[in-house]
């Protein structure tokens, strides 16, 4: 099947007493023992509502199994310390999602695991691998750069040396890009952003083999981050649109880039799909489509971040990201705000850099926004 049709139909459990065409909403959080070695829980990621939306996150990414949990937090933390332990070492990107930074650089520490943030570059990711490297984590395209790694480089880098990659695919979701496909172990989801897409829940998942989502489902049920039923069944809605929202996100994406690129009180625009950008061969040859994400960074002339912020009237200033309606952040406020400043501005997240999430609406209403908003 298609990815369009997955979409729809991978997964689901139709309603076998009435016929509903859909998977019924189970409320329980206790079902009937049966003595049949099945023992379903909410923690144990295993009652109905959580199957059946693995179910079709399996299908789009191509994984033999996963686990649906209640932010991607919970699953990017859930993962990490389902592989590590103390005395572990992890090569990691600097330049990714803040939370995914605050958690290691907060966390790690008081459980002696060791890590290397290091450019996304593959000599860089090499040189920092070292006896004890047990995980090398990346992110692409990047929070909020939209900087591009060569998922192959990785993979095979990673296996001449016995490491477990791990990918954080937010950003690109399962309609532009399938990491397992090159090679990739374990793929992690904000479920909050593209696969929930009406920015109306929080949730995460982890994909992977089967013998690898034993070993996360051992911390997971230890650390509880699971999904209630009714939000894993919204999440399954959700995803029969996944296809449509993202192929639309993804046209509007490049249209309001390539204009961006024209507005002169635009000073730099980070775009996979743009053909200046540094990644452009590499997305190109990895993603289908290059998403809904765009940064762009505002002259000298322009009006500071926040001024310009509240001068629109479409555009919503918002935290979260890949929803139907375009919102916008700037990252130094937001999602950077626990970095330093140094550690900030050397990855490039400065005080004039803007990141838009491109909605559904017409991009010439959004860009009229934006025009307008930059008194341009
Ligand atoms: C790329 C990326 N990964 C992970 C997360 C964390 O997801 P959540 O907020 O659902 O915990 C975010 C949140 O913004 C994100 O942008």
Known sequence: MKLETKCIHSGTVPDEQTGGINTPIYTSSAFRYIDDGKQ????????????AVIGKLCALEGAEDGIVFSSGMAAISTALFGFLQSGDHLVIQSELYGGTHALVTQQFPRFSIDYSFVDKSIEALEAAIGDKTRVIYIETPTNPLLG?????KVVALARSYNIITIIDNTFASPINQNPLQFGIDVVIHSGTKYLGGHSDICCGAVLASEKLIEEVRVSGIDFGGSLNGTTCALLERSLKTLHLRV??????????????EQNPKVDRVYYPGLQNHPGHEIAASQMQGFGGMLSFSLTATAPSVTEFMRNLSLIVPALSLGGIETTICAPALTSHRKMDRESRERIGVTDKLLRLSVGIEHPEDILKDIASALRT
């Not at 379903?40 to 199957?51: A, G, K, L, V, W």
């Not at 591009?148 to 192959?152: A, M, P, T, W």
């Open 247 to 260: 192929s639309r996100q993804s046209e509007n994406g490049l249209i309001i880039a390539r204009e961006l």
């Open 148 to 152: 591009i790694v060569d998922i192959e």
């Open 40 to 51: 379903s829980y909410p923690r144990y990621f295993n009652t109905p509502n959580q199957e």
